[in-house]
């Protein structure tokens, strides 16, 4: 089973830049969906940005053009580097490990403990 470690999170000033890590232990399958989910406060858990094995990405509107996920070391780490940060930035930032079937059923659903990243003045 695989496991996940996120690290990076911090407090940082608006306009500032961060990035979160997220490194992953174990059996790393080929057909797989990695990324960040957030949560503040009061609010919703919002997806935030997700990379598949074949390096497909996707972004939520309200993070497209400030923030770039991307994997390293043959997927076994997934980074959101995250610029132009703004207060409403601010949340618990969640990794997540999905692998999916060659139809492209869930087969398994890993989720990081989560870290807190703090956009404040």
């Known amino acids: 089973q695989v496991q996940l470690v996120e690290s990076g999170g911090g407090l940082v000033q608006p306009g500032g830049s961060l990035r979160l890590s997220c490194a992953a232990s174990?059996?790393?399958?080929?057909?797989?969906?990695m990324g960040w989910y957030r949560q503040a406060p009061g609010k919703e858990r919002e997806l935030v940005a997700t990379?598949?094995?074949?390096?497909?990405?996707h972004y939520a509107e309200s993070v497209k053009g400030r923030f770039t996920i991307s994997n390293d070391n043959a997927e076994k780490m997934v980074v959101l580097q995250m610029n132009s940060l703004k207060p409403e930035d601010t949340a618990v930032y969640f990794c997540?490990?999905?692998?999916?079937?060659?139809?492209?059923?869930?087969?398994?659903?890993?989720w990081g403990q989560g870290t807190q990243v703090t956009v404040s003045s």
């Open positions: 174990g059996s790393i399958f080929s057909i797989n969906v």
């Open positions: 997540y490990y999905q692998v999916y079937s060659v139809g492209w059923r869930l087969v398994s659903d890993i």
């Open positions: 990379i598949t094995s074949g390096g497909g990405t």
